[in-house]
């Protein structure tokens, strides 16, 4: 069974910096594309950045590009979420995901929250 546990989320202020991390089990992830989502309150659940295993490539969302950092660690099995100049309006609750392409599979944490204020 795959479990994935996020921590590093807290209060900080605007312009501050936080470290996300995922950890990994239950499940070899080499062919996996590892996420971080969030949501904020009142708002749909939306994507930030993915990792992949098999060619270490990552993706941002345009929110999030020059700010954030995704990478991941092979030897631990965790991914990090680099998050620098940290707004108010990236306050949310970060939840990593687990996809797998073919067939399709779909896992994730319990997320962890990050409060930024002004």
């Known amino acids: 069974q795959v479990q994935l546990v996020e921590s590093g989320g807290g209060l900080v202020q605007s312009g501050g910096s936080l470290r996300l991390s995922c950890v990994a089990s239950?499940?070899?992830?080499?062919?996996?594309?590892m996420k971080w989502f969030r949501q904020a309150p009142g708002k749909e659940r939306e994507f930030v950045a993915a990792?992949?295993?098999?060619?270490?490539?990552?993706y941002y969302a345009v929110s999030v590009k020059g700010r954030f950092t995704i990478s991941g660690d092979n030897a631990k099995n965790t991914v990090y979420l680099q998050m620098n100049s940290l707004k108010p309006e990236d306050t949310a609750v970060y939840y990593c995901?687990?996809?797998?392409?073919?067939?399709?599979?779909?896992?994730w944490g319990k997320g962890t929250l990050v409060t930024v204020s002004s």
């Open positions: 239950g499940r070899t992830f080499s062919s996996y594309v």
């Open positions: 995901n687990a996809h797998r392409a073919t067939p399709t599979m779909d896992d």
């Open positions: 990792f992949s295993w098999s060619d270490n490539r990552t």
